[in-house]
């Protein structure tokens, strides 16, 4: 394996999904002939991160033996479609895992790591068994996206969902080119000075602009688990998830339920 060698980067390769939307994505490689595995990020945070503020950069593990994939998921930074969360990511996980497995000098294994919401990614990939995926290693996430991630006892998980929706609504306006709209999302989350009071809820003006953030306001129109809850909950196809899971919390976790 690799341990020292030079990294062969590419950006924004276009991943093509089955409904014909393309996902862009950064690929590391080693140097060497291979087969090298495959480790694959799917994130919401801008794949030029890759969580390396709580990972190790994507070329220390290329460096390693290991070509790492790391793309921004539908609707997100540089990717096509519509952002909608976890509504994409079960059949979008599938075609990536499976274009990774097949790129040149991959050995057909390919693993998934990541934490919060690309810890999602992996959980809603796994329950559809790609057949080369290897491994996932969810950190500091939920596997029931009512109860303890949008919602905790019946009660909406106020603090949470609100100040996600806003640092996520920054990049949706920075899609539309709406700059002054992305700077005013960018200053309140940035000054913690959320509106928590604002009342109703379902009034909240800075996410109702330009409809920029519609989901956070169809979870407000299902305040108890129904069907709109069913379609993406992990707890219910746990015994569909046919690979390793090394799963990363810790006590204080707000996914810890």
Same mark, same amino acid.
């Given at each position: 394996?690799?341990?020292?060698?030079?990294?062969?980067?590419?950006?924004?390769?276009?991943?093509?999904?089955r409904?014909?939307?393309?996902?862009?994505?950064?690929?590391?490689?080693?140097?060497?002939?291979?087969p090298?595995?495959?480790?694959?990020?799917?994130?919401?945070?801008n794949?030029?991160?890759?969580?390396?503020?709580?990972?190790?950069?994507?070329?220390?593990?290329?460096?390693? /033996?290991?070509?790492v994939?790391?793309?921004?998921?539908?609707?997100?930074?540089t990717?096509?479609?519509?952002w909608?969360?976890? %509504?994409?990511?079960?059949?979008d996980?599938?075609?990536?895992?499976?274009?990774?497995a097949?790129?040149? !000098?991959?050995?057909?294994?390919?693993?998934?790591? /990541?934490?919060?919401?690309? /810890?999602? @990614?992996?959980?809603?990939?796994?329950?559809?068994?790609?057949?080369?995926?290897?491994?996932?290693?969810?950190?500091?996430?939920?596997?029931?996206?009512?109860?303890g991630? @949008?919602?905790?006892?019946?009660?909406?998980?106020?603090?949470?969902t609100e100040?996600?929706?806003?640092?996520l609504?920054?990049?949706?306006?920075?899609?539309?080119?709406?700059?002054?709209?992305? %700077?005013?999302?960018?200053?309140?989350?940035?000054? %913690?000075?959320?509106?928590?009071? @604002?009342?109703?809820? !379902?009034?909240y003006?800075?996410?109702r602009?330009?409809?920029?953030?519609?989901?956070?306001?169809?979870?407000?129109?299902?305040?108890?688990?129904?069907?709109?809850w069913?379609?993406?909950?992990?707890e219910?196809?746990?015994?569909?998830v046919?690979v390793?899971?090394?799963?990363?919390a810790?006590?204080?976790?707000i996914?810890?339920?």
């Amino acid at each position: 394996m690799a341990r020292n060698g030079t990294v062969s980067v590419t950006h924004d390769i276009p991943v093509r999904m089955r409904d014909g939307v393309s996902l862009n994505a950064d690929l590391y490689v080693p140097e060497g002939p291979g087969p090298f595995p495959v480790l694959l990020m799917r994130s919401p945070y801008n794949k030029t991160q890759g969580q390396d503020s709580v990972y190790a950069h994507p070329s220390w593990y290329a460096r390693r /033996g290991y070509m790492v994939v790391i793309q921004d998921v539908r609707g997100r930074w540089t990717s096509g479609g519509d952002w909608y969360p976890f %509504a994409h990511e079960a059949e979008d996980g599938y075609d990536t895992v499976e274009w990774a497995a097949r790129l040149p !000098k991959a050995n057909g294994r390919v693993g998934m790591y /990541g934490l919060s919401y690309v /810890g999602a @990614t992996q959980l809603l990939a796994a329950v559809t068994a790609p057949p080369h995926l290897a491994c996932v290693v969810p950190g500091m996430t939920g596997s029931e996206y009512y109860d303890g991630w @949008t919602y905790r006892g019946g009660a909406l998980h106020l603090a949470f969902t609100e100040s996600w929706g806003v640092s996520l609504a920054e990049d949706a306006a920075r899609r539309r080119e709406l700059h002054a709209l992305e %700077a005013e999302f960018f200053a309140s989350f940035s000054a %913690a000075g959320l509106k928590f009071g @604002t009342l109703p809820i !379902k009034e909240y003006a800075l996410l109702r602009r330009e409809g920029i953030a519609p989901w956070f306001f169809d979870w407000l129109e299902h305040p108890t688990r129904d069907e709109y809850w069913e379609r993406w909950s992990i707890e219910r196809r746990y015994a569909q998830v046919r690979v390793p899971a090394f799963h990363i919390a810790g006590w204080y976790d707000i996914f810890l339920d």
